[in-house]
C-alpha cells in the first residue's frame, strides 16, 4: 500500500484546510485509516482514525468537534476537514494504514505510512 497525503498549507487562525490520503492497492476498503501530526520540536501525536467501514471515527481530545475524518471507498482517499484552525494545530500531518479493521490511536498499530504535509496556522 502506498499512501500520498496532499493539502497542507499555510492559513490564518480561525481558517479551515482539508487534507486528501490518496491509497493505492485494492485492499483500501478494508483498511482502517489514520492522520497523525508531528508539532515542531515534539514527538509525533494521534490526531484521528476511521473504521474500514467509515462507521467508527476516533478523535483526540484536542481537536474534537474541530476536525472531521472521513473516507471515500471510490477514489480511495481519506481525508481530514480541519476548522477553526490554531496555531498549535501548526505540524507536519501523516496518513496511516493498518491491515486490520479495529480504530486505534495507538502508532506502532499502523502498517504503512505516507510522507508527511506540512500545517502551518499563524496567528
Known amino acids: 500500500v502506498q499512501l500520498q497525503a496532499s493539502g497542507g498549507g499555510l492559513v490564518q487562525s480561525g481558517g479551515s484546510l482539508r487534507l486528501s490520503c490518496a491509497a493505492s492497492?485494492?485492499?483500501?476498503?478494508?483498511?482502517?485509516m489514520g492522520w497523525f501530526r508531528q508539532p515542531p520540536g515534539k514527538e509525533r501525536e494521534f490526531v484521528a482514525a476511521?473504521?474500514?467501514?467509515?462507521?467508527?471515527?476516533y478523535y483526540a481530545d484536542s481537536v474534537k468537534g474541530r476536525f472531521t475524518i472521513s473516507r471515500d471507498y471510490a477514489k480511495n482517499t481519506v481525508y481530514l476537514q480541519m476548522n477553526s484552525l490554531k496555531p498549535e494545530d501548526t505540524a507536519v500531518y501523516y496518513c496511516?494504514?493498518?491491515?486490520?479493521?479495529?480504530?486505534?490511536?495507538?502508532?506502532?498499530?499502523?502498517?504503512?505510512w505516507g510522507q508527511g504535509t506540512q500545517v502551518t496556522v499563524s496567528s
Open positions: 492497492g485494492r485492499t483500501f476498503s478494508s483498511y482502517a
Open positions: 476511521i473504521s474500514w467501514s467509515g462507521s467508527s471515527t
Open positions: 496511516a494504514a493498518r491491515t486490520t479493521r479495529g480504530v486505534v490511536s495507538t502508532e506502532a498499530l499502523y502498517d504503512y
